[in-house]
């Protein structure tokens, strides 16, 4: 896409939301009732969960065998010392009436696309799903956005706020972006900074998911309706992001996880 504002669509501008989670009916519900804004439908399929074996082959490639009985070692002792903690708080189950659910077993497959195509959408927006591909993110006219929580460039990839707390950020990055073939790499639409606790109370990894799901995902639904309106009147404007050399993040692992609490902990005893 080049930089530019986006000539004015048709009256009755349609979209979709690409989800595999209930997250995208958060935002379907922000942006119901929008003047000329027509939600028409919550697209979804599962998260893909990849077989035990090909875990497994994926952790001995990246640790050694040896490293790998300590990671499954670490991950088996933090599940033992969680056990009987209240569950970590989920997404409300937000299913608002007049917008209608279509579900398939991949967003990627002939059957989802083809429903897609038939729809004949403005813009798709992408909250909480797995890496889509061209074939997908380029049937609506004017192809798809995506919520990132994460300050971008430099902070790709997952999970919201994670990293960032390891790395003594003092504050994370909310932004829409548009969707391209390369992981959270498109021109940004609109984003925002929010204040980040360096030293919060309780286990670190259930600060940062209640932290995400409660503070991050409100501003960003935000910027979302906010972005959608803009591309439906023909103003929106994309700047693409810094030139950046570094790799999305991934997921921690048990290490990963050790060293952000220990971390927190010192932050706390500095606090006094």
């Not at 209930?22 to 000329?36: N, R």
């Not at 579900?103 to 897609?116: K, N, P, S």
């Not at 074939?135 to 956005?145: K, Q, T, W, Y």
Request: charged share 25%; hydrophobic share 40%.
């Amino acid at each position: 896409m080049t930089n530019g504002a986006l000539p004015v669509p048709p009256a009755g501008f349609r979209v979709i939301v690409l989800t595999c989670s209930d997250l995208g009916w958060e935002t379907a519900s922000e942006l119901l009732g929008m003047e000329g804004i027509s939600v028409v439908a919550v697209v979804s399929a599962p998260l893909r969960t990849p077989a035990l074996t090909a875990r497994l082959r994926r952790l001995r490639k990246r640790y050694g065998t040896a490293g790998m009985l300590l990671e499954l070692s670490a991950k088996l002792v933090s599940r033992l010392a969680a056990f009987g903690e209240p569950p970590l708080e989920q997404p409300r189950r937000l299913r608002p009436q007049g917008v209608q659910e279509l579900r398939f077993a991949d967003l990627h497959g002939e059957d989802c696309l083809t429903a897609i195509r038939q729809l004949q959408v403005d813009l798709a927006i992408v909250d909480g799903t797995y890496i889509l591909k061209p074939d997908l993110f380029s049937i609506p006219r004017l192809g798809a956005v995506n919520l990132h929580c994460g300050k971008l460039p430099e902070f790709r990839g997952s999970p919201p706020a994670f990293w960032e707390l390891m790395n003594g950020e003092n504050e994370v990055g909310v932004s829409v972006h548009k969707v391209t073939e390369r992981l959270d790499d498109g021109p940004i639409y609109n984003e925002a900074r929010v204040a980040l606790d360096l030293a919060p109370p309780g286990d670190p990894m259930r600060f940062v998911h209640t932290y995400w799901m409660n503070t991050l995902r409100g501003v960003g639904r935000q910027l979302i309706a906010k972005t959608v309106r803009e591309i439906a009147e023909g103003r929106a404007v994309a700047s693409p992001q810094r030139p950046f050399a570094g790799s999305p993040n991934r997921s921690p692992d048990a290490a990963a996880v050790r060293e952000v609490r220990r971390r927190v902990a010192l932050r706390r005893a500095e606090r006094g």
